[in-house]
């Protein structure tokens, strides 16, 4: 498939990553710390290192695909491995909105910018709680009818195709547009108009969890 774009990037590095003594949850944390030098360039407010912040968080997101794939192929799958990568997810987005807000309003002086940034983040850490509420219930669920649950890392279980435009709405806002954001970033930084992100992100991030609890939201995996 073409889409999503970064799966042609993490692939050939899995292999790389293959033959070399790491771990999944390894590959985690260098994710993450990619993923924080990300946000520290773009708190400086200047375009040179807005790109260099998009190409951080392009490397953060090579590695967040490939952790799940050197888990799958090193049967490493774990609960705190699967909890450690929601972590890193989070707090690398949460840290770049807020990040991305304060370089806006460094650059133009206009406090607005930092208030978006906020909200932004603010709607991450909703989509992130709201994530541990929906799996504590499917588990629930799953219990009570004597069924079991993924653990994280593993491989994704059938997903069925969208279908209607509701469908297709729902997989590009929830899923497309999430596991190739790293390219929307360095695109619009190349451009310098990453200010662009601050008021698509706060009101996307709140659609993005209120998607949480629409019917097949969580039946599409990229």
């Not at 799958?77 to 304060?102: K, P």
Request: some cysteine; hydrophobic content about 50%.
């Amino acid at each position: 498939m073409t889409f999503p774009l970064i799966r042609h990037l993490s692939k050939p590095v899995t292999g790389v990553l293959a033959r070399l003594p790491v771990s999944a949850n390894q590959i985690t944390a260098v994710s993450l710390l990619f993923g924080v030098a990300c946000a520290w360039a773009m708190s400086m407010g200047d375009r040179a290192w807005d790109v260099i912040g998009g190409g951080f968080l392009m490397i953060a997101y090579v590695l967040d695909n490939c952790d799940g794939e050197i888990a799958r192929l090193k049967n490493q799958c774990s609960q705190f491995g699967m909890r450690f990568d929601s972590f890193v997810d989070w707090a690398v987005h949460t840290a770049f909105f807020a990040a991305l807000g304060m370089g806006v309003t460094a650059s133009t002086g206009e406090d607005m910018w930092l208030w978006l940034g906020w909200i932004a983040a603010a709607g991450g850490t909703i989509n992130y709680m709201v994530g541990f509420i929906v799996e504590a219930r499917d588990r629930r669920v799953a219990a009570r009818e004597g069924l079991t649950t993924k653990t994280g890392h593993e491989a994704p279980g059938e997903t069925r195709r969208p279908e209607t435009l509701y469908d297709w709405i729902i997989y590009g806002l929830r899923e497309l547009s999430r596991a190739d954001f790293c390219f929307i970033v360095l695109a619009l930084a190349l451009f310098d108009v990453t200010w662009v992100l601050l008021p698509t992100g706060a009101i996307g991030a709140q659609v993005y969890w209120i998607l949480q609890f629409s019917k097949g939201a969580q039946d599409y995996h990229v």
